[in-house]
């Protein structure tokens, strides 16, 4: 959010200067004018995110009084205040907007597992992990310190994807016990050859922090795993 303040009050300041000459009804053709409108819209979707909690009419002010040199409506510690207000006032916001969304997935995760888990295939383990077998596998099964080479595809619970190696045309590899908890526990269970669908509550995801921007807070996961080798 300082970031995000600062970058606009300086391109602010910069546009004013260079706007002061500018036609609104004409389109700009000197370096001049031209690059004032697109330095306009550059500070337009800058904080075009905090529209709405902007007063058009006194953020023009402060910064034509700036220009100015005028005497300002607001001392230097007012100034500090405002600005440290405004961001705590964001911040719990999205606070409370990421709990809202966490509370949201809480319930429909735990919903789904719970339909799910009555699927004729599906298998439940005591930590809640749920899975199903695509295909089998006759291979050995890896240990939680072995290292393992996978292809697979992650889902939310609304089917949209947000992970795939697949995609990516190249298995991975990694420690299984570096992976999220689900992965761990479910992987020791696949036999080399095999693949599985997983079904992953949060606690044994992500949990409440998520994997901006694609995982909120408290997601159910879904993944479609095949264990191509445990890497020696």
């Known amino acids: 959010m300082k970031t995000l303040l600062a970058r606009s009050a300086t391109l602010l300041l910069l546009g004013a200067l260079s ?6 009804d004409d389109a700009p053709k000197a370096l001049k004018d031209r690059f004032s ?3 306009g819209l550059q500070i337009g979707t800058d904080i075009s995110q905090m529209k709405d909690k902007l007063d058009a009419n006194f953020f023009i002010r402060g910064i034509q009084d700036q220009l100015a040199g005028k005497k300002l409506l607001m001392t230097p510690e007012e100034v500090g205040k405002a600005k440290e207000e405004f961001q705590k006032g964001m911040l719990e916001e999205m606070q409370k ?7 949201k997935n809480r319930s429909e995760g735990e919903l789904f597992l719970a339909k799910n888990k009555e699927r004729k295939g599906v298998v439940s383990t005591p ?3 749920q899975y199903e077998i695509l295909t089998p596998g006759s291979g050995p099964k890896p240990k939680a310190t072995d290292t393992v080479k ?8 609304d089917g949209s994807e947000f992970d795939s190696s697949y995609k990516r045309k190249e298995p991975a590899t990694f420690p299984l016990d570096r992976v999220i908890p689900g992965w761990t526990e479910g992987l020791q269970l696949m036999p080399v050859g095999s ?3 997983f079904f992953i509550p949060s606690e044994l995801a992500y949990g409440k922090r ?3 921007p694609k995982i909120g807070g408290d997601a159910t996961l879904q993944f479609e795993v095949e264990l191509l080798e445990i890497v020696k």
């Open 127 to 129: 930590s809640g992990l």
């Open 195 to 197: 693949k599985y669908r």
């Open 37 to 39: 409108y697109a330095l």
């Open 210 to 212: 998520g994997a901006p």
């Open 150 to 157: 996978v292809h697979y595809q992650g889902t939310l619970i």
């Open 19 to 24: 706007l002061a000459s500018a036609h609104a």
């Open 97 to 103: 907007e990421s709990q809202s969304t966490a509370n």
